[in-house]
């Protein structure tokens, strides 16, 4: 069984930052594409930024300069440097890996966490 499981959500204040943190376990062969998404209360859930095995990032356009993905393949652990937050931002932040365990490759969520950016 493969399980994602994220951390570092909360309430933080207009111009403040988080980092997300989101680690996978499980028996888990390699791990291809690491990705943050958000949904917020009645939209869709949308890409905010995804990283590749080889490195190479992409970034949604809204968060372009403020937000920074990275991951940690020893630790099957991807993370999200949150920087000048807007309310705007304010969501639930899931994780995605596409990965490979030992009979099948899939992508994997995250059970979410809830970023809320408010004074």
């Known amino acids: 069984q493969v399980r994602l499981v994220e951390s570092g959500g909360g309430l933080v204040q207009p111009g403040g930052a988080l980092r997300l943190s989101c680690a996978a376990s499980?028996?888990?062969?390699?791990?291809?594409?690491m990705g943050w998404y958000r949904q917020a209360p009645g939209k869709q859930r949308e890409l905010v930024a995804i990283?590749?095995?080889?490195?190479?990032?992409n970034y949604a356009e809204s968060v372009k300069g403020r937000f920074t993905i990275s991951r940690d393949n020893a630790k099957n652990t991807v993370y999200l440097q949150m920087n000048s937050l807007k309310p705007e931002d304010t969501a639930v932040y899931l994780c995605?890996?596409?990965?490979?365990?030992?009979?099948?490759?899939?992508?994997?969520w995250g059970q979410g966490t809830q970023v809320t950016v408010s004074s």
């Open positions: 995605k890996m596409d990965l490979r365990t030992f009979n099948t490759r899939a992508d994997y």
């Open positions: 499980g028996n888990i062969f390699s791990i291809f594409s």
């Open positions: 990283i590749t095995s080889g490195g190479p990032t």
